[in-house]
């Protein structure tokens, strides 16, 4: 999803796409954008990003490019900070149409290899992060008590119905 213009191919467009998005929580009005770049020039990370607009990415739903913008790496560089809901005149839910994208490419296990590991310490410790044996080891050596177990079985089970083990597993 760079900025440089690549050409669309009619074979590529799905029109049924903007419809399975305007389906889901928070998709319902992806249809209202008319393009107006708002969400993009107040986005936090489009002004660090030579690649990241928030603008493009519900055009190309719009347009029905579905491979592309769910196999796009930029499509995870979202921030979810909600400026682009706020500002948007039209009221798409940006931010929340980029949450329904990242569940879809999750879904096919288009996501980046940082995301899954992050997501697979949760399911296996109940952390974010794998805290490294020695950094433990250091904690008791200065005297801290040990840090509180992650209850990992609980967030298996709730998290199971959203399928995020499958998509943890699953190859892009
Ligand atoms: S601010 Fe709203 S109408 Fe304007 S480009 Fe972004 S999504 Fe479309
Ligand atoms: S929610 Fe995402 S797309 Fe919207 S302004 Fe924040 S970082 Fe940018």
Not at 50 to 73: A, C, E
Not at 143 to 167: D, M, T
Request: glycine share 6%.
């Amino acid at each position: 999803m760079a900025n440089s213009v690549k050409s669309i191919k009619a074979s590529e467009m799905d029109p049924k796409f903007k419809y399975e998005i305007a389906k889901m929580h928070g998709g319902e009005k992806v249809m209202r954008c008319f393009q107006c770049g708002t969400c993009t020039s107040d986005c936090p990370i489009a002004r660090f990003s030579d690649t990241y607009r928030p603008r493009q990415i519900i055009r190309m739903t719009q347009l029905g490019l579905k491979d592309r913008v769910l196999n796009s790496d930029t499509l995870w560089l979202c921030a979810s900070c909600f400026t682009c809901t706020d500002r948007c005149p039209q009221d798409v839910e940006v931010a929340s149409v980029i949450r329904v994208l990242r569940n879809l490419a999750a879904e096919r296990g288009c996501m980046p290899q940082v995301f899954k590991e992050e997501a697979a310490s949760i399911l296996e410790s109940g952390y974010a992060y794998r805290i490294p044996e020695l950094r433990l080891k250091k904690r008791e050596t200065v005297g801290l008590p040990p840090l509180p177990r992650g209850n990992a079985e609980s967030i298996r089970k709730s998290l199971c119905g959203v399928k995020l083990l499958e998509s943890v597993e699953k190859k892009a």
